[in-house]
């Protein structure tokens, strides 16, 4: 039974087919332009849905949006990086354009669903997933569920506070956070490897993080450590609230890969209280890219049974 999957975001758009199973058959990778706003991107999707639909007959679509949803209804309730979504029905927008059920989440929820049934959170439970791209986001999945809470129902881990004065994950953590401590150090450090890569840069930095750690570059080694600190910090909270057996890593940051996996891993414990270490295993994420997008056929194949 063929499912159609569709991730909206900032700057990346996937509209895909497969199976409930998580494999991508189909796929159609769009460019955002913020400047088209959101009724740009719906054009997009409105011709990428025939396509797919006549190719593959699917029953439903699952669709992961980059910002506040109400799940229940598919109502957005904003986009931080593209204009146009402000209270944008897009559930019913959908279900229109493609004559099928839809079923709307958060992004990260999501991305957290695709990577607890067939990436590095299967087997484990509760799983907990953080986003780390041009924002920061997260994801819990418990016996097999999303976890939603109240509405609208993120676990919006980018806004925990890492002190008293209001300073979030995401001034930290994010993509654009640390490009711009990357441009900091590289003033002080020119003559480094990250300093020679990201000369004259002004955004994207952070893409050079693991050439230079490979490089044994003390510089990048710092940023690193300080970038893993605070993530410890904030998924201390995560943990002695909500004991995920597993937290799963992914978005542009994690492609930094071992190194970063393996700083958080040391950092975490630190915070967390004598009666919960070590903590859980912290894992990179197992479907790369495509986590979001194979989580949205498995929501649409979940809640179209």
Same mark, same amino acid.
């Given at each position: 039974?063929?499912? %159609? ?124 997933? %953080? ?124 492609? %930094? ?49």
């Amino acid at each position: 039974m063929r499912f %159609i999957g569709v991730e909206i975001g900032g700057t990346k758009l996937q509209v895909v087919a497969g199976d409930g199973s998580g494999t991508i058959v189909d796929r159609r990778r769009l460019t955002v332009d913020p400047a088209a706003g959101g009724e740009g991107i719906r054009r997009q999707i409105a011709e990428a849905l025939p396509g797919l639909i006549e190719a593959h007959q699917p029953k439903a679509v699952g669709v992961g949006f980059g910002g506040p949803v109400d799940w229940r209804t598919g109502l957005i309730r904003c986009s931080h990086q593209v204009a146009g979504w402000h209270d944008f029905p897009l559930g019913e927008w959908v279900a229109k354009e493609s004559g099928l059920p839809v079923y709307v989440d958060n992004d990260a929820n999501v991305a957290a669903f695709g990577e607890a049934l067939h990436g590095a959170g299967k087997g484990k439970d509760p799983v907990f997933w %953080i986003n780390m791209g041009s924002g920061v986001g997260g994801g819990l999945v418990v016996g097999g569920e999303l976890y939603h809470g109240a509405i609208p129902g993120e676990c919006e881990v980018g806004h925990v506070r890492l002190d008293k004065s209001g300073v979030t994950v995401e001034e930290r953590c994010s993509g654009w956070a640390v490009d711009r401590r990357i441009r900091e150090v590289a003033v002080h450090h020119p003559e480094g490897p990250l300093g020679r890569r990201v000369a004259g840069m002004n955004g994207g930095e952070a893409r050079h993080l693991a050439a230079a750690l490979s490089e044994g570059d003390p510089a990048a080694q710092a940023i690193l450590s300080e970038l893993a600190d605070n993530l410890g910090f904030a998924l201390s909270h995560v943990v002695q609230l909500l004991h995920p057996q597993v937290v799963v890593v992914g978005g542009g940051l994690s492609l %930094i890969g071992e190194p970063l996996r393996a700083a958080m891993a040391e950092a975490l414990p630190r915070y967390v209280m004598d009666s919960f270490r070590p903590g859980p295993e912290v894992r990179l994420a197992g479907l790369g890219e495509d986590s979001v997008p194979v989580g949205a056929l498995a929501l649409a194949a979940r809640r179209s049974r």
